[in-house]
């Protein structure tokens, strides 16, 4: 009999880690399990039936301990790193959320290195889809490689991209990144927050189910899983049927719940226009061809077998006119102070006005129903330039490639040495505004990220995408070239004090 491996996750007590966690439990005849989570009174209560199995340890701890972290990697086969700060919680402590992603993957990181033979593990770091930020039709098919480009105010999504440049950087051998899409759980029928205004009704989302979820994290553990596979990204859908709009989303949502059509409890200038995240992948089924997780189900099978989930209160909801629970639930909210998006226009936010409707007199467009168009975008996969040619097998790049995709980016690779096929040693290259840093073409090329220094403060991303071809192909189908550059004085403060 085969030895058994062990597994260390973070994040166990989530949606996606416990879901996860499950997986791996029922196949606790392959798998030890270490999990390290905080010790509140309700993560207790979740595994104290685990408490005395030898198959599962306990570490009750912190991300930010690294005494915790490294209990947890030590003696591990794999590192399945889905802990963190994650939405709504992201929203309202960008501070701590920064702080929390960033070195808890450091931490991961130094760990298994500390180990005697940090080659023998396995790391898997689960990113978002918010790295690539607003992808709104033309230009909704999205691959990894495209620009990391964050939402402004988005702090999760900057602290989810230097977590995994801190991975993909590392100089393990082993490692792997899976940008998450948005999770099918129970308890997103119940989550109601004044972020959901947020959400522009014609983008789209490929999502993916917390089970194809979970059964992700188990079969990422398996034999079977070719070295080819590791070192890369990843984007993670449940596929095609589960590709929606946002405004299918909520008619989705809302009937699973026993509310009535969006357009009887929402006005169409609730929402935004941009500047939130969301795609359709062009690229998920490669994730699928490798870990065969997808159970194959339909979106609006996942609702109806999460509307069995609902307390039976909720559905008295039917019973509710409309009108109610506009004026008394769903308007309230979008007046919430900082958050709402009724709160700024009422308020003249113009920051917040600026980044997710442009002007107020676009806000002003939007109308009501009878004017607001619902719009699906085409099925079409279209594909943006990453400014190399992609037609030559991996092996074959060199540093003429690697000069050309530099200069599509508005800048240049100062390497003058490269070994043909080599994308894991560092090259030094130079951006557009004349910095100058070090990153492997790996991370480059395949992963989308550039200039480490060029984060997205100010998100002056009008400035980039006149002076970088590469970015610009997901800036200017969405914002004219008129547009300001975004400034909001208080969110550079805090990014001064988290570099400090």
Not at 188 to 202: A, E, R, T
């Amino acid at each position: 009999m085969a030895q058994k491996k062990t597994v260390f996750l973070t994040g166990s007590s989530g949606n996606m880690g416990w879901a996860g966690f499950k997986e791996l439990y029922a196949k606790r005849d392959k798998f030890n399990i270490v999990l390290l989570n905080r010790g509140s009174d309700k993560n207790k209560a979740m595994f104290k039936e685990y408490e005395n199995d030898p198959c599962v340890k306990l570490i009750w701890g912190d991300l930010l301990n690294y005494e915790d972290v490294l209990a947890g990697v030590t003696g591990a086969d794999y590192v399945l790193h889905v802990g963190g700060m994650v939405s709504p919680a992201a929203d309202y402590y960008p501070k701590k959320t920064i702080k929390t992603n960033t070195t808890a993957a450091k931490y991961i990181v130094d760990a298994v290195k500390a180990q005697p033979n940090p080659d023998a593990v396995k790391v898997v770091y689960i990113g978002t889809v918010a790295q690539t930020g607003d992808r709104n039709a033309p230009i909704h098919w999205a691959r990894t490689g495209d620009p990391i480009k964050i939402s402004i105010y988005d702090h999760y999504a900057i602290s989810k991209t230097i977590a995994e440049r801190t991975f993909a950087e590392s100089g393990l051998k082993y490692w792997v990144s899976l940008r998450q899409s948005g999770i099918l759980y129970p308890g997103i029928l119940k989550n109601y927050d004044p972020i959901m205004y947020h959400v522009p009704f014609n983008g789209v989302l490929e999502w993916a189910t917390v089970e194809d979820s979970g059964r992700l994290c188990a079969n990422v553990c398996g034999d079977d899983v070719p070295d080819e596979f590791w070192r890369r990204f990843y984007n993670i859908g449940s596929g095609k049927e589960f590709r929606i709009t946002n405004f299918e989303f909520e008619q989705y949502l809302l009937k699973a719940i026993g509310l009535s059509d969006p357009r009887k409890i929402f006005d169409a200038n609730w929402f935004t226009l941009r500047n939130f995240h969301g795609q359709w992948y062009a690229d998920s089924d490669i994730l699928e061809g490798y870990l065969h997780f997808r159970e194959k189900t339909t979106v609006k099978e996942d609702f109806e077998k999460l509307s069995d989930t609902v307390p039976s209160y909720y559905k008295l909801s039917k019973i509710v006119p409309p009108v109610i629970i506009k004026k008394l639930g769903m308007k309230r909210m979008t007046k919430v102070p900082v958050y709402g998006t009724m709160g700024w226009i009422e308020n003249n936010n113009q920051d917040r006005k600026i980044a997710f409707y442009g002007s107020k007199e676009n806000w002003e467009k939007i109308g009501t129903w009878d004017t607001f168009k619902i719009e699906r975008p085409t099925e079409e996969v279209t594909l943006l330039d990453h400014g190399y040619d992609e037609s030559k097998p991996t092996s074959e790049l060199d540093l003429e490639d690697m000069k050309k995709a530099a200069a599509f980016r508005g800048g240049e690779c100062l390497s003058t040495e490269m070994k043909k096929g080599d994308l894991f040693t560092p090259l030094k290259w130079k951006s557009a505004r004349g910095n100058e840093f070090e990153m492997t073409p790996n991370l480059v090329l395949k992963g989308g990220h550039w200039c480490p220094e060029e984060l997205p403060w100010p998100w002056d991303y009008d400035t980039e995408a006149s002076i970088n071809p590469f970015f610009a192909q997901v800036w200017y189908p969405l914002h004219s070239k008129e547009e300001h550059n975004f400034y909001d004085e208080s969110i550079f403060k805090d990014y001064e004090e988290y570099k400090k």
